[in-house]
């Protein structure tokens, strides 16, 4: 298997997942301003849509979308528990929370890359995820983990937004104990410890 991945980026949540699940894969940067691999390839003939994560299976398919990536990479491996199994109340609960980061986390943050946003548009955004970051905190001030004592996939995708949400937020990351708590839980993880150090980006808490 193989991950098309860019430093940073949303790919991070399966690159994290793979090593979790302990499932042997090879890495292939993407530079996503040209639309080329780090070998020469053309990503656009891997991925149509332009943007990672992507990966190639071993029987020549392609599979796009991080969330269902990393239910793919689970379902994969189930002994190591990154998601409940299909059909059961837990893994709806799951994908809940899944879906909750994709469309609320994720693409609200999206807005903060653009560096032509005007400074009431900037802190409209802000704003409006401060009351997203919240409610996940309030979640694992409950619990270890977003769906209890279990690491899963969801919390290596969470772990990508609050990567982003610090570097946006600053001081609105830093003034929330349960994230940072959360974020020292995450990284405490050796998979994680080694996606963040093979993309050769620095832990949050370190």
């Given at each position: 298997m193989k991950l098309y991945f860019s430093p940073g980026a949303c790919s991070l949540s399966p690159h994290i997942a793979l090593r979790e699940a302990g499932?042997?894969?090879?890495?292939e940067q993407v530079d996503l301003r040209t639309k080329t691999t780090k070998s020469g390839e053309d990503y656009t003939q891997v991925n149509p849509k332009g943007?990672?994560?992507?990966?190639?299976?071993?029987?020549g398919d392609v599979l796009t979308e991080g969330a269902v990536l990393v239910q793919y990479l689970a379902?994969?491996?189930?002994?190591?528990?990154?998601?409940?199994?299909?059909g059961t109340m837990e893994?709806?609960?799951l994908q809940e929370?899944?879906?909750?980061?994709?469309?609320?986390?994720h693409k609200g943050v999206?807005?903060?890359?653009n560096p032509k946003l005007e400074e009431d548009?900037?802190?409209a955004v802000l704003d409006r995820l401060q009351k997203r970051f919240d409610f996940l905190g309030e979640a694992v001030a409950k619990s270890k983990f977003l769906t209890g004592d279990t690491f899963t996939v969801a919390d290596g995708y969470a772990y990508y937004t609050l990567r982003a949400w610090k570097k946006f937020s600053g001081a609105r990351y830093a003034d929330s104990k349960p994230?940072?708590?959360?974020?020292?839980?995450?990284?405490?993880?050796?998979a994680v410890k080694a996606a963040v150090e093979a993309e050769g980006l620095p832990l949050i808490e370190a």
């Open positions: 499932i042997p894969f090879d890495l943007y990672v994560p992507a990966f190639r299976l071993d029987n379902d994969q491996k189930p002994e190591s528990k990154l998601a409940p199994a299909n893994r709806v609960r929370w899944l879906h909750y980061i994709a469309t609320e986390m999206s807005p903060l890359y548009a900037r802190n994230l940072r708590d959360y974020v020292a839980r995450v990284e405490a993880r050796p």
